[in-house]
């Protein structure tokens, strides 16, 4: 009973019932759920990320960004606010990173099998330009012309059609090839969809904790993103 009773105790809703804010351990601002990671403990007393945050038990919440996280690894808060000693590895800012870039890629090819997603130079050029495009993806290795080209006629129509435009520029030509299962994938476009959707929110969320400007509204709508 007694277990059960702990097991009662160390159980949380991943996201509070009525919307609310939540307390980063670290910097001790409430902020949103989508503005902060869930982190909880492993059986056998490791710290571990929660992206989806589904795992069982109870959650450290910390703010959405690499530097925050790295912060929270050195003053130990895992162990103060689970009251139990638990391990945090020094690698865990890069994990977190890591494991957001791997849900971008999946987003990706979640997108490509919807069939919203445009490969190639003169494609991609002509989608942008009909208005259909919703988000333009480039490798980071692509050559730098091309690029330039491509996001400028890109932001110019989003601008004339009165929407952000969303740009994902960090992802290697290898890693769109693989994600897309094709090869040489150097520029893409998205249409609309559900899949598009969640692709860009994912980016976002990448870019918030790389750049540390994780906002307290949450997950919105991308601008001009750079991941």
């Given amino acids: ?28 601002e409430a902020l949103d759920p989508g503005a902060l990671i869930r982190f909880v403990a492993d059986p056998n007393g490791d710290v571990v990320p929660d992206l989806a945050r589904r795992l ?27 009251k139990r000693s638990v ?20 987003s990706l090819a979640l997108a490509n099998k919807a069939g919203l997603v ?15 495009a919703v988000a333009l993806l480039q490798g980071a290795d692509a050559a730098e012309g091309g690029r330039e080209k491509l996001a400028r006629k890109f932001s110019a129509v989003a601008r004339a059609k009165g929407r952000e435009a969303a740009l994902v520029t960090s992802l290697s030509t290898e890693q769109l090839s693989l994600a897309m299962g094709r090869s040489n994938v150097v520029h893409a476009a998205l249409i609309q969809g559900g899949a598009a959707k969640r692709l860009l929110e994912e980016a976002e969320r990448l870019n918030r904790y790389r750049s540390g400007s994780a906002a307290s509204r949450g997950p919105e709508k991308p601008r001009e993103l750079e991941v």
């Fill in 1 to 28: 009973m007694a277990d059960r009773r702990r097991q009662l105790d160390d159980a949380e809703p991943a996201v509070p019932e009525d919307g609310g804010k939540r307390l980063c351990a670290a910097t001790r």
């Fill in 56 to 82: 069982p038990g109870r959650g450290v919440w910390v703010k959405a960004d690499k530097d925050t996280v790295a912060q929270a690894v050195r003053a130990n808060v895992f162990s103060r606010s689970l």
């Fill in 87 to 106: 391990k945090a590895d020094a690698a865990l800012p890069e994990r977190v990173e890591r494991l957001l870039e791997k849900r971008v890629l999946e």
């Fill in 118 to 132: 445009t490969t190639g130079f003169q494609q991609v050029d002509e989608l942008v330009e009909s208005g259909a």
